[in-house]
């Protein structure tokens, strides 16, 4: 097993392939009663969050209490960050406390690259500026499985913001290995060069067996690509990080890559819809979209304790 997920190409298929399974199996205990396992009892999992988030911080907190470890959250507000401490020393005095794992959100891409340098516990990426986000690439993977019964071959559409986006990048790099085929979609504006490069064909080495250039592309033209498709991810309008104006309107966004009702029925019958959250509702999304049957939202989130009990518990030494 790896020591440190601080990035999707950090997993093979095989190791995906556990990580996912062994997810199923964390799902099981959400069904019972008592959901704790004593697996990582006398363990530290340190959550180190220098940026904003609701899910992905709340998720890992619940993962590493169902799986009994003790659990230090700390966020840069309010701590000795805002009296200058740099990362490094941030990292060594969490060393000091003794933490086995830690898992890290921040604005810099790379990191927890950087941090995996300086601890001697796991690094788990939690989302690293506009770089990755690995364990949010492995419950998307863990809910297209649950509600399709495959990814292998699957075509997945991801639409909008890829440029800011760490979720493209990670899914990208995680649904690839695992067989599916995807495209990005957005305006040109906020498709990436090096992406469009990365997976034109021939130039990309393949991972994990198939060829990658049958596996990737990119459009322009949301319309067009709805009908093929067996899941549509929407990314949200990262205006937060962005510095230029990269579209002429929200409205005129909405109007050529929003997912509305009329789309959505472009869509074949067992499509689903995902986004990782938060949403800009009206914005990618319509709230009609996001609140129907189709929609795996809610759902996404349930999964991402599983994928994250899962993550923690292999990276700590746990057995499949
Ligand atoms: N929550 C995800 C992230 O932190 C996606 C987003 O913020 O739009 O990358
Ligand atoms: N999907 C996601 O990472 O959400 P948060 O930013 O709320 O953690």
């Known amino acids: 097993m790896i020591k440190h997920l601080r990035s999707a190409a950090d997993l093979d298929a095989g190791t995906a392939t556990l990580i996912l399974d062994t997810a199923a199996e964390m799902a099981a205990l959400a069904g019972r009663e008592v959901k704790k396992l004593p697996t990582l009892r006398g363990r530290t999992v340190v959550n180190l969050f220098y940026e904003d988030s609701t899910r992905t911080r709340i998720s890992f907190e619940a993962a ?12 840069a507000k309010g701590s000795s960050v805002s009296k200058g401490e740099s990362l490094k020393d941030t990292a060594l005095t ?20 950087r941090l995996a340098s300086w601890v001697d516990g796991s690094v788990v990426n939690a989302g690293d500026g506009t770089h990755e986000h690995p364990t949010q690439a492995l419950l998307d993977a863990y809910t297209m499985r ?18 800011h986006s760490r979720v493209a990048r990670s899914n990208v790099l995680l ?15 906020l498709i990436p060069v090096d992406i469009a490069a990365a997976l034109s064909p021939g130039t990309e080495p393949s991972r994990g067996g198939k060829p990658k250039e049958n596996r990737t592309g990119v459009s322009y033209d949301l319309d067009s690509v709805l009908a093929g498709t067996d899941v549509v991810m929407m990314l949200r309008v990262q205006t937060e990080r962005m510095q230029d104006s990269y579209f002429p ?28 959250g ?3 509702r009206g914005m990618e999304i319509a709230p009609e979209v996001a ?6 939202i809610v759902e996404q989130v349930a999964n991402g304790v599983s994928a994250r009990m899962a993550v923690l518990y292999l990276l700590l030494g746990g057995k499949a």
């Open 64 to 75: 590493a209490k169902r799986l009994s470890a003790d659990v230090i959250n700390f966020s």
């Open 94 to 113: 969490l060393q000091a406390m003794g933490a086995d794992a830690v898992v890290i959100r921040h604005p810099a891409s790379g990191a927890p690259h």
């Open 146 to 163: 649950s509600r399709l019964g495959r990814i292998d071959g699957l075509n997945v559409a991801i639409v909008g913001d890829v440029l």
């Open 175 to 189: 649904l690839t290995t695992l067989g599916a085929k995807v495209t990005l979609v957005g305006p040109p504006t």
């Open 249 to 276: 309107s929200a409205r005129e966004y909405s109007r050529r890559y929003g997912l509305d009702v009329p789309r959505m029925r472009k869509l074949p019958e067992h499509a689903i819809v995902m986004h990782p």
């Open 278 to 280: 938060p949403m800009n």
């Open 291 to 296: 609140d129907s049957s189709r929609s795996t």
